[in-house]
């Protein structure tokens, strides 16, 4: 018998959201149309509903971020769950406490859901296989390994536009190596079907037998971006790179930046996409960043329907009614 996913509970509903990975694609369209359905709460005069009133949810951020965490928050407010951030900065870790003891601690305050950035690959997992079992976990980015809501944003980003998934060819930009993004965006995209997914990049900067996620890899520009539906951009994560991998960011420009000459080559209607935070004259030319075809900042306003979609379901209050 194959090993369960921890991810599930008894019943096959979804209860941490801890990688994209092993999902079926029922599952992420029903993560998807659930978004859809809470995308509009916004639109209302008292923008909340009360699916998660009295529910805890506690935002653990060991790492920087500023779309992922605010989003978060935003979503579990608008949830009407009561929302508990943990200034790590100034929490008991820097006297020495446990990552294990500091979780305790917040389970013994009755809390509902962990979301967890961490710089370790597996953190994520580390903690939902500890947690009682009531408590959900959702990773909000460990290490390289995945940062599942980021690829569901954008899964959600990409059929607001293009509407079906099948037909797409998506191209992968950058720092594929060091990017729990694009391994999460590889993952759904595959799950969900589109026509191909490319990555383009240095040598230096794809990881070896990538192919074996089921995408094409690319070094040159101009032959990788021909024809495609949806350009996802990456920046250079400099603090996960270990040795020099690049000359310097003015030569990775040259050859890498999404310029909108480089762009040219890509379908018309061909959509730029960046789950941020960019870095203009580096990896993206400001006027493409800005531009008509940039999706980038839509992105970050569906990152709050697609985390109160993940939030509601993992607390057994979502729509869903697939298997994963
Ligand atoms: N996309 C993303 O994870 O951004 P933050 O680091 O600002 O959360």
């Known amino acids: 018998m194959p090993p369960r996913n921890i991810q599930l509970n008894e019943q096959g509903r979804l209860r941490h959201f801890l990688t994209v990975e092993g999902f079926k694609r029922q599952m992420l369209i029903d993560i998807l149309d659930t978004a859809e359905s809470l995308s509009g709460v916004v ?8 699916l998660l009133r009295g529910k805890t949810i506690v ?10 965490r605010t989003t978060f928050e935003l979503a579990a407010k608008r949830l009407s769950a009561d929302v508990l951030n943990i200034n790590i900065a100034v929490s008991a870790t820097t006297k020495g406490e446990s990552l294990l003891d ?3 601690n917040l389970q013994a305050m009755h809390c509902d859901m962990f979301v967890v950035r961490h710089a370790e690959s597996g953190a994520a997992h580390f903690i939902a296989n500890h947690v009682a079992p009531h408590i959900s976990v959702v990773n909000a ?6 940062h599942p809501t980021q690829a569901m944003l954008d899964m959600f980003t990409i059929r607001r536009v293009k509407g079906d998934f099948y037909p797409l060819t998506v191209a992968i930009v950058g720092d594929i190596a060091n990017s729990r993004v694009a391994r999460s965006q590889i993952h759904a995209l595959t799950t969900l079907g589109v026509n191909e997914v490319r990555v ?6 794809i990881p070896p037998a990538v192919e074996s996620l089921g995408v094409h890899v690319y070094h040159d520009m101009s032959e990788g971006l021909r024809d495609t539906d949806v350009v996802i951009m990456l920046r250079l994560q400099n603090e996960r790179m270990q040795g020099e991998l690049l000359p310097s960011e003015h030569e990775y420009y040259q050859l890498y930046g999404l310029t909108e000459a480089r762009l040219a080559v890509a379908k018309p209607d061909a959509i730029v996409m960046h789950p941020g935070p960019i870095n203009r004259g580096v990896e993206i030319e400001s006027s493409v960043a800005d531009g008509p075809r940039s999706v980038i900042l839509e992105q970050v306003t569906h990152g709050i329907a697609v985390r109160m979609a993940v939030m509601s379901m993992c607390l057994g209050q979502g729509m869903e009614g697939g298997q994963g």
């Open 43 to 50: 639109d209302r005069s008292v923008k909340k509903v009360p």
């Open 59 to 68: 935002n653990l951020f060991f790492e920087p971020s500023t779309r992922t």
């Open 102 to 104: 500091t979780l305790y």
């Open 141 to 146: 980015g460990d290490g390289r390994h995945a």
């Open 200 to 205: 383009i990049g240095p040598k230096t900067l």
